[in-house]
């Protein structure tokens, strides 16, 4: 008995759709959520320091108060995998949608 080949296209979009889903649901997590929380807490901790400073009577200088918070957590991994979601997100909203457009023609 002979055994069927490995269909290669239905691997990878089945791969693809993994890794879509996986994005999708660190995205809904709340990680980005909890990043902004974060800024906000030290926005009002700032704000409090430089009240304390103005009753204190110190120097003011606003880079005391605010920070640049600039770290590139990039790398290949990530950069790979939102290109990947952007193109299934493109996929999933043009092809789809012309694929039934196409479809609909068809019928009427």
Known sequence: MKK??????????????????????????GYYETKVATKATLTEDSIKQFEQ?????????VNNY???EKKDF??????????????????MANGITDFF??????FT
């Open 4 to 29: 069927k080949k490995p269909n290669w296209f239905i691997r990878l979009l089945t791969i693809l759709f993994f890794i879509y889903i996986s994005l999708y649901i660190a995205l809904e997590s």
């Open 53 to 61: 400073d103005i009753k204190d009577g110190k120097p003011i200088d």
């Open 66 to 68: 605010t920070y640049d």
């Open 74 to 91: 990039s790398n290949n991994t990530t950069d790979v995998a939102i290109f990947l979601s952007e193109r299934i997100e493109k996929f």
């Open 101 to 106: 457009d196409v479809i609909k023609a068809l």
